[in-house]
């Protein structure tokens, strides 16, 4: 049983352009959770998931950020118009419901804006 | 709201020594506590959590922590450091819902 899949592994945008940041959670899980981790810093909650719907953005940035989980197909968390200060660990989690005690984290999107 | 406190962002201890991570946090309901594991360019490991039940939690690789209410405290031991323990540990709180609130984590190093 493959674990929560992230791709690419490291992106690296110009300034202006967009990144599209994959997750593919694991069989079973219809949850998925978004975090960014900044140098220095913890993990920081940005987007919870479930199939079709957006349960709680409340981390997310008001502008340039979205993100989606399609019915079929993995979790998308899009950023336009990258800046520098967008350059950071993507990490995302999935689990089988609700509730913090099913996570399982990939192994992340390492960001480069250039 | 939650949050989680970790005191010392560097912790060295030399190989065979006792390791023992801070972690207090905040939280308006019973929480549940986890401690995470980050090696280099990795991901988030589970080490181990505390939903209910005995305070003492045992994970994996010798670690544990025990949850200590009235202190509102999840420190991380392990009795004998290794190499391989050099990583970065995070600690992390839920007000038993959805989102899990991290701690900004401590680099453990181990010395020779």
């Known amino acids: 049983n493959a674990g929560v899949m992230q791709n690419p592994r490291h992106l690296v945008r110009r300034r202006g352009q967009e990144a599209r940041l994959r997750c593919s959670p694991m069989?079973?899980?219809?949850?998925v959770y978004w975090y960014r981790q900044l140098p220095e810093e913890g993990l920081k909650f940005m987007v919870y998931?479930?199939?079709?719907?957006?349960?709680?953005e409340s981390g997310m940035p008001k502008e340039r950020f979205s993100a989606e989980f399609p019915k079929e197909g993995p979790s998308i968390l899009r950023i336009q118009q990258v800046v520098r200060g967008d350059s950071a660990a993507y990490f995302c989690?999935?689990?089988?419901?609700?509730?913090?005690?099913?996570?399982?984290f990939g192994s992340g999107t390492r960001l480069t804006v250039v | 709201a939650q949050s989680v406190t970790q005191l010392g962002s560097h912790v060295s201890v030399s190989e065979g020594a006792l390791v023992l991570l801070r972690c207090n946090y905040s939280?308006?309901?019973?929480?549940?506590l986890f401690w995470y594991v980050q090696y280099p360019n990795q991901g988030l490991q589970l080490l181990l959590k505390?939903?209910?039940?005995?305070?003492l939690v045992k994970g994996i690789n010798g670690f544990e922590a025990e949850f200590k209410k009235s202190e509102t405290s999840f420190h991380l031991t392990k009795p004998s450091a290794h190499m391989s323990d050099a990583a970065e540990y995070f600690c992390?709180?839920?007000?038993?819902?959805?989102?899990?609130?991290f701690g900004k984590g401590t680099r453990l190093h181990i010395l020779p």
């Open positions: 069989k079973g899980h219809s949850h």
């Open positions: 505390y939903t209910t039940g005995a305070t």
């Open positions: 992390a709180v839920s007000d038993q819902g959805d989102k899990i609130i």
């Open positions: 989690a999935s689990s089988p419901f609700s509730g913090a005690e099913g996570y399982t």
């Open positions: 998931l479930q199939k079709e719907n957006i349960i709680d």
């Open positions: 939280s308006s309901v019973p929480p549940y």
